[in-house]
């Protein structure tokens, strides 16, 4: 089973401590004459379906470099760069924004125009068949890519010397949900692990299959029976059958757009008392827009955690007081994506696209200086963050409430 390291909690004191040291490392930096400003390109779908995912890591985005930018020395600022007032030597950071359409075949011309512009790193926050096109792409051009979104175990199979993704893998999710159903081995024994999942097409497909596969696998190596391939419960129509899910089960249940989303808390509906679901996948977030949901839900980001986070509390209330808004998942996974990118800049020897790839890769933030429920961001050579870690939340009349893993839990209630 995953073994996850507890998050410290964070004081004020301690963390202005961190980022004064942090900020002391820069002074061993040999002095070079630094360009006043140095530019990240954000791609994003401004215009068409996916707009809303665009404004929101847009605004995420924006408050990462304006964070990096302005020095407020009133507050201390959670950030592993120190203070603000800039990267090393003061130089400032620009945005410049790339409008996807979350269609792929605009990927190529706005990445490239985003390049010549001047952008030494790129950010994607998009759909996976997006995120696969920049990512060729930015291969080409030998520009580092911060993936805000991607969770997709076959980006690993890619080879690609410069795709770093932030959020943790589906196999991390898959483990995580594998774990909460171990934690319940002394009230409740769950014997075999029964899949769930739509028929989506295209990128959105082989993904599906690879988390079938991880699903299948991870359940044998955990010690669970798994339910062959030919018995995946369809999450294809409104109403989903229950017939192949017997007591002792436990379902997970792959969701890939609302209408999975709500079709998977139909059928946890439908077994409650039976079997417990626990949804994961690209669309797990649109369990907020079902009416009273009954299905568990494995993600990457928390909004009750984050209540609970001082650096999120900070950077949420930064966040509603520039917008008008609430942070939310994608403008916090954009922020951190960002974030990551900055440090790399500010840690690399000089701003060439080579640099800055070779800074990022070798970025290491600990738990204290992020927002999300992960235990930091530290890349492997496949550009997966190795210190990722996902959560189970259920849902209470007051929203979604972390009831996995226990440190980080609100409660230890949990009815399965």
Not at 5 to 22: D, E, K, N, Q, Y
Not at 243 to 260: I, M, R, W, Y
Not at 310 to 317: E, L, W, Y
Not at 372 to 394: H, K, S, T
């Amino acid at each position: 089973m995953l073994t996850r390291g507890l998050r410290p909690a964070v004081t004020a004191v301690a963390l202005m401590s961190a980022l004064l040291m942090s900020a002391c490392t820069t002074d061993s930096k040999p002095a070079t004459t630094a360009p006043a400003t140095v530019a990240i390109g954000l791609l994003v779908p401004s215009s068409g379906p996916n707009a809303q995912i665009g404004q929101q890591a847009t605004l995420g985005a924006k408050l990462a470099i304006e964070l990096v930018n302005r020095d407020v020395p009133a507050q201390p600022l959670p950030l592993p760069l120190g203070p603000g007032a800039g990267l090393r030597n003061g130089t400032k950071l620009t945005l410049i924004p790339g409008n996807t359409e979350s269609a792929p075949e605009k990927v190529e011309k706005e990445t490239t125009r985003l390049v010549e512009n001047g952008a030494v790193g790129l950010i994607v926050a998009d759909t996976i068949d997006v995120a696969l096109s920049t990512g060729r792409v930015t291969d080409l051009l030998g520009v580092p890519l911060v993936d805000a979104l991607s969770t997709s175990d076959t980006f690993g199979e890619l080879n690609r010397t410069g795709h770093f993704r932030i959020q943790p893998s589906d196999q991390r999710e898959v483990t995580t949900a594998l774990d909460l159903l171990y934690r319940q081995k002394e009230t409740s024994q769950y014997r075999r692990i029964v899949t769930a999942a739509g028929a989506p097409t295209g990128a959105l497909g082989d993904e599906v299959a690879s988390l079938k596969n991880s699903i299948q696998d991870l359940s044998l190596a955990a010690g669970y029976e798994a339910a062959g391939k030919d018995q995946v419960v369809s999450l294809a129509t409104p109403n989903p059958s229950a017939n192949q899910v017997s007591k002792g089960d436990a379902v997970l249940a792959v969701v890939t757009s609302p209408a999975e989303a709500a079709a998977a808390n139909e059928l946890a509906v439908k077994l409650k008392g039976t079997a417990p679901v626990i949804a994961l996948g690209p669309a797990v977030s649109a369990l907020d827009g079902v009416k009273n949901p009954a299905v568990l839900r494995a993600a990457g980001w928390s909004n009750e955690f984050a209540a609970r986070n001082p650096i999120a509390q900070v950077i949420g209330s930064m966040y509603e007081q520039a917008y008008h808004t609430n942070l939310t998942e994608v403008a916090a996974d954009a922020f951190m994506a960002t974030l990551v990118l900055a440090l790399g800049m500010d840690q690399a020897v000089d701003y060439t696209k080579t640099s800055v790839r070779n800074a990022v890769q070798a970025v290491n933030i600990p738990a204290t200086q992020t927002i999300m429920p992960w235990n930091g961001v530290r890349f492997d050579g496949n550009g997966a963050n190795q210190l990722a870690a996902g959560v189970v939340e259920q849902r209470s009349p007051n929203g979604y409430l972390v009831v996995h893993p226990m440190e980080l839990a609100a409660t230890p209630t949990l009815l399965l």
